[in-house]
């Protein structure tokens, strides 16, 4: 049984201005691979940007060439244009944390892959992390848990497109980041009825759908052979 509609199905009002948060890095292992550029952002009601601030960091080893060309950055542009990785770790941190200090939610695609690499990246540098990082909203686990039945991939490609989403760079982290923020918003008015209407059950609400998505697909994986049933894939959110 669905909740009570929203009035006059209005998108709630924590759609109102969002927070973005994205990274493009060296790998995708979010314990030992590095930041290479990043984007934390601000959108208004209409998917407009409000505020935004890039970050191209050295990230102090070498970029793989198949990560290079996802987003386009390598070594040696690195090396030459970036900055100490500890400054970008540090202002990423105090950007992220001044938004939710004041109780803007941050939408990040999969937001443990980013929560939880810019952890890890603070802890390394000796800079106090993001612990517990509320409120975040994440369109791949909202989108999963309204529309589960939908086939095909979720990336933040084919889900923008799917919600008349412009993303002209993928794997360009302030796209990118903008594009989540107005998939987040379009959620937000598609779901109007049915979503919760304060941030902080939403967010709590998604650490529930992550954990079930998460067990879902671990069963799906060990039915074709992909996975052992005593390797489930961690279905902890919005921080591994």
């Known amino acids: 049984m669905q909740p009570e509609p929203l009035p006059l199905f209005r998108s709630p009002e924590w759609a109102q201005v969002v927070g973005v948060f994205d990274l493009e890095t060296t790998g995708v292992d979010v314990t030992s691979d590095r930041i290479v550029t ?67 939610p941050v939408v990040a695609y999969n937001a443990p892959f980013d929560f939880s690499l810019l952890k890890n990246e603070a802890v390394r540098h000796g800079i106090p992390p993001i612990e517990n990082p509320s409120p975040v909203i994440d369109p791949l686990v909202v989108d999963k848990a309204y529309d589960r039945w939908r086939r095909g991939k979720r990336t933040l490609s084919v889900v923008a497109e799917h919600y008349r989403v412009r993303l002209d760079d993928a794997h360009e982290a302030s796209a990118d980041a903008v594009a989540a923020g107005r998939v987040a918003q379009a959620l937000a008015e598609r779901y109007a009825a049915w979503l919760p209407p304060t941030i902080e059950e939403l967010h709590t609400r998604q650490i529930s759908w992550a954990r079930a998505q998460a067990a879902s697909l671990t069963e799906y994986f060990v039915s074709i052979g992909r996975l052992d049933p005593d390797e489930p894939l961690d279905g902890s959110w919005p921080i591994r």
């Open 38 to 104: 990043a984007h934390v952002g601000l959108l208004d009601q209409q998917g407009g940007v409000l505020a935004a601030r890039d970050w191209l960091a050295d990230p102090g080893v070498e970029i793989p060439t198949g990560a290079a060309a996802i987003h386009g950055i390598t070594t040696a542009r690195a090396r030459a244009d970036g900055r100490p990785a500890h400054l970008v770790v540090t202002e990423v941190v105090d950007a992220l944390r001044a938004l939710f200090t004041a109780g803007i």
